[in-house]
């Protein structure tokens, strides 16, 4: 599939995942077949302040390349603006607009989700991006903001006319949050609305689901979110399946170096406090289901040193 100057094999998408789509969760989804990834959403009004912290989450490594830095906001020419700033300072792929973002801190600013009740902001938005942009710019939607208002399809057709060269579509509403099953024939609906690629994204948990989905909605291209959570091999496990070869789960060694190579990486990245308070959540899901993993969480949940943390996920994994 092809957007865009970014050309990509199979179309194999990681999430923007706000407090988990960082440098270290971006390059290990990277090392297993992900083939384009996005930051964190960042504020543009936050981006226009100079807020350092925030410019921090926009840094991205040749070695993500092709990625993109997803923006949210709701005004205009902060948008707009926000986008200029990046291209003349970032070294990213494409910029992702933020249109699909739930919950109540977002859509309460009238951010994220809550765009998709107003389709013409949303439209002047998504042509000022492109218009400000020397990038491909892409937007990331949900099916409506409930079941009464379903407007993905409307939303996906402005945004072809803007000048937006890829959608994202989860196949789900802001009211439904993360619950239920994926809608898939909204995804579907998207997909036959619109020229420009349709990326599928919701409940990719397995080659069977991303197998399903594309082969059901006839998407370009699959995102995997929440199913890249303590599994990261899950783009190996797609990569197989798409070139119809067997799959060989990672040993139990194998996971361990991963684990490990995922908390340098943020210690790298982050400094030894902040990164083993915030792996915390990621050894969670890198040992959930293990056995005595509920005994370990509450062990690594108190845990305040790299050795005390490797020494538990190293209990689990090797012995």
């Not at 062990?299 to 994994?317: G, L, P, V």
């Given at each position: 599939?092809?957007?865009?100057?970014?050309?990509?094999?199979?179309?194999?998408?990681?999430?923007?995942?706000?407090?988990?789509?960082?440098?270290?969760?971006?390059?290990?989804?990277?090392?297993?077949?992900?083939?384009?990834?996005?930051t964190e959403m960042?504020?543009?009004?936050?981006?226009?302040?100079?807020?350092?912290?925030?410019?921090?989450?926009?840094?991205?490594?040749?070695?993500?390349?092709p990625a993109s830095?997803?923006?949210?906001?709701?005004?205009?020419?902060?948008?707009?603006?926000?986008?200029?700033?990046?291209?003349?300072?970032?070294?990213?792929?494409?910029?992702?607009?933020?249109?699909?973002?739930?919950?109540?801190?977002?859509?309460?600013?009238?951010?994220?989700?809550?765009?998709?009740?107003?389709?013409?902001?949303?439209?002047?938005?998504?042509?000022?991006?492109?218009?400000?942009?020397?990038?491909?710019?892409?937007?990331?939607?949900?099916?409506?903001?409930?079941?009464?208002?379903?407007?993905?399809?409307?939303?996906?057709?402005?945004?072809?006319d803007s000048g937006?060269?890829?959608?994202?579509?989860?196949?789900?509403?802001?009211?439904?949050?993360?619950?239920?099953?994926?809608?898939?024939?909204?995804?579907?609906?998207?997909?036959?609305?619109?020229?420009?690629?349709?990326?599928?994204?919701?409940?990719?948990?397995?080659?069977?689901?991303?197998?399903?989905?594309?082969?059901?909605?006839?998407?370009?291209?699959?995102?995997?979110?929440?199913?890249?959570?303590?599994?990261?091999?899950?783009?190996?496990?797609?990569?197989?399946?798409?070139?119809?070869?067997?799959?060989?789960?990672?040993?139990?060694?194998?996971?361990?170096?991963?684990?490990?190579?995922?908390?340098?990486?943020?210690?790298?990245?982050?400094?030894?406090?902040?990164?083993?308070?915030?792996?915390?959540?990621?050894?969670?899901?890198?040992?959930?289901?293990?056995?005595?993993?509920?005994?370990?969480?509450?062990?690594?949940?108190?845990?305040?040193?790299?050795?005390?943390?490797?020494?538990?996920?190293?209990?689990?994994?090797?012995?």
């Amino acid at each position: 599939m092809k957007f865009g100057n970014i050309e990509l094999k199979y179309g194999l998408f990681l999430a923007p995942l706000a407090g988990v789509s960082d440098n270290a969760m971006r390059q290990i989804c990277k090392d297993f077949g992900a083939e384009y990834v996005t930051t964190e959403m960042i504020s543009s009004k936050a981006i226009n302040y100079g807020d350092k912290k925030t410019l921090k989450l926009a840094l991205i490594e040749n070695c993500e390349l092709p990625a993109s830095i997803q923006i949210f906001g709701s005004d205009e020419s902060n948008m707009s603006d926000a986008a200029k700033f990046l291209c003349d300072n970032f070294g990213m792929s494409a910029i992702d607009i933020n249109m699909g973002c739930p919950v109540p801190k977002i859509v309460g600013g009238g951010d994220g989700s809550k765009l998709m009740r107003s389709p013409e902001l949303a439209g002047k938005i998504m042509s000022a991006v492109v218009k400000s942009a020397n990038v491909p710019v892409t937007v990331k939607i949900r099916s409506g903001w409930n079941d009464n208002e379903k407007n993905a399809v409307e939303i996906a057709k402005i945004a072809e006319d803007s000048g937006i060269s890829a959608v994202f579509i989860h196949g789900r509403t802001r009211e439904q949050m993360y619950s239920l099953p994926v809608d898939l024939d909204i995804i579907r609906d998207v997909k036959s609305a619109v020229k420009i690629p349709v990326i599928g994204n919701g409940d990719i948990h397995s080659a069977d689901d991303a197998e399903k989905m594309t082969e059901y909605t006839g998407c370009d291209g699959v995102m995997v979110a929440r199913g890249a959570f303590g599994n990261p091999w899950i783009f190996a496990e797609i990569t197989s399946r798409l070139e119809k070869k067997e799959y060989t789960p990672l040993s139990e060694t194998q996971k361990f170096e991963v684990i490990k190579k995922h908390i340098d990486a943020m210690i790298y990245y982050k400094g030894s406090k902040v990164a083993l308070m915030e792996a915390r959540k990621h050894l969670s899901w890198y040992t959930k289901g293990y056995r005595g993993s509920a005994v370990a969480r509450n062990r690594i949940n108190t845990a305040n040193s790299y050795k005390e943390m490797t020494e538990i996920i190293e209990e689990i994994f090797l012995k």
